[in-house]
């Protein structure tokens, strides 16, 4: 019989054994200033914010534990099981608010579409390993197609945000493939003079959005309101801001969901010019750290794998703020590592934690 023996060094080592510090550090302060900011905002959510963050990091941790190789075989069916799951709820989803986003299992509802954002990096991240050797004309349109199918059932739900972000984690992979500049200009300038077409699509109310964009002020009560409130709290912080929890539009409650999608807005409010350059400092740092794992990657799956998710976090932060801040149309993207809420968290958490999983891998095939 196997005598158990606790020892509490060995046991905290391999605990933290896959675990990037660098990356961990920076999360942390990240983390901490959010809270700080939740704490102003919505001191209610704080409980559930803390349990949204410890499985988070459970999550981080498993996926920091998982070798890259065995990241690819789960690629393939991951990919499949979330374009399935999509069609199911054009088929059989539920309908909240006008939309149909959501999957009832009888014990729990689920939102395939945030699957894709981890399947769809992955998925082409394979498919690009495994026609490395010969990339043909034929490639590009098959990852095309591998992209633009779930895209495009996402956007049928109609969820605008998710599907920009599922979009921007494809298009990056396919990009650091080695997708040529010209084809890229090709796709700028056929998706400008798409434009027209475009619009045709859109919703009624994602049109509104794009007016309201344009002109917030020709409905300032309705549908302008929230726009213009966000983007005074923003402006009125200065440089140093008003100091934590003396936001006047934040606890009059000016600014609408203001512990989520417009966190930022309380953030400019409250710490001003100087709280916002730190915030985007503590960005450009995890990104920078992302960036440097996928250069030092040693297969093109990790490189791919790692430079996609590392953009996406830079993809997230622009279109939330650029939303609050009044240059973009409001899509509902929440602010990466900061805005209130779960599954996004987790979703990012386990994009960081394959992040660890390819830095400590790449430590061991050196070793």
Request: without cysteine; positive net charge.
């Amino acid at each position: 019989m196997t005598e158990f023996a606790f020892r509490p060094r060995e046991w905290w080592q391999r605990l933290v054994a896959p675990i990037d510090p660098v990356l961990l550090a920076l999360l942390a302060l990240l983390l901490g200033y959010a809270l700080l900011v939740l704490v102003s905002a919505s001191p209610e959510r704080m409980n559930n914010q803390f349990i949204n963050l410890a499985v988070a990091l459970v999550v981080m941790r498993v996926a920091a534990q998982i070798p890259p190789q065995r990241l690819m075989y789960l690629a393939l069916p991951l990919y499949l099981g979330g374009v399935l799951l999509l069609v199911a709820v054009a088929l059989f989803g539920d309908v909240s608010k006008g939309a149909r986003r959501w999957l009832n299992l009888g014990f729990m509802r689920i939102q395939p579409s945030e699957i894709m954002k981890i399947a769809m990096p992955l998925m082409l991240a394979w498919y690009f390993q495994k026609h490395e050797a010969m990339l043909r004309a034929r490639d590009w349109v098959v990852a095309a197609l591998i992209l633009l199918l779930p895209v495009a059932l996402i956007a049928r739900q109609p969820d605008l945000g998710t599907s920009i972000l599922v979009l921007s984690a494809g298009f990056f992979v396919i990009f650091l493939a080695g997708l040529s500049w010209k084809v890229l200009a090709l796709l700028f300038f056929g998706g400008l003079a798409s434009l027209p077409f475009v619009w045709t699509l859109l919703h009624d109310y994602q049109r509104q959005r794009v007016l309201t964009l344009l002109n917030p002020e020709a409905d300032p009560l309705g549908k302008g309101f929230h726009i213009i409130q966000s983007t005074i709290a923003v402006g009125s912080g200065g440089i140093l801001g008003k100091g934590w929890g003396n936001g006047t539009q934040t606890h009059l409650e000016f600014i609408p969901e203001r512990h989520t999608d417009f966190i930022f807005a309380v953030l400019s409010e409250e710490f001003g010019l100087l709280g916002n350059t730190f915030l985007l400092a503590l960005y450009a740092l995890i990104i920078g750290r992302g960036l440097m794992i996928a250069a030092n990657a040693p297969t093109l799956f990790s490189r791919l794998l790692a430079g996609s998710i590392t953009l996406i976090f830079f993809t997230y932060a622009f279109v939330n703020m650029g939303m609050v801040s009044g240059i973009l149309p409001v899509v509902g993207v929440p602010l990466p590592f900061f805005s209130y809420g779960g599954t996004a968290l987790v979703t990012l958490f386990l994009g960081v934690g394959i992040l660890m999983s390819i830095h400590k891998h790449r430590m061991l095939v050196q070793k």
